[in-house]
């Protein structure tokens, strides 16, 4: 997956309200429309409160990003769309099977419903 799909800390901050939020067991899914310049682009955020330490919070982070890689080639990309993964903690102590099937379940859940996103 290139950097350029990675939502970087400003676009997150400029993120706003999200669209529509989907919460999982480990995730919550925030989903709001990017401009048409872009098909999509995604963002793992895992707080202090939910790992302690930088190790643990980095971990999950390229978990949760390498999940999304694997479930995002399945996103439709004729609606462009910001996802931002935020752990919570039941995250801490997650496999990767775990970490897997939860973004999977989101990311279906998304293409499922069709996420109508007013732009």
Known sequence: MTRDV???RADVAAFGRPSKRFHGALFSLSVAPLPPV???AYACIVSKRVAGKATHRNRI???CREAARRSLKEFPPQKPA???F???EAAGEATFADIDADVRAL???IA???YNLSQ
């Open 6 to 8: 990675r939502l970087k």
């Open 38 to 40: 872009r098909q999509w």
């Open 61 to 63: 982070k390229r978990r």
């Open 82 to 84: 910001a996802l931002v």
């Open 86 to 88: 935020r752990a919570k």
């Open 107 to 109: 990311v279906d859940k």
């Open 112 to 114: 499922r419903t069709g």
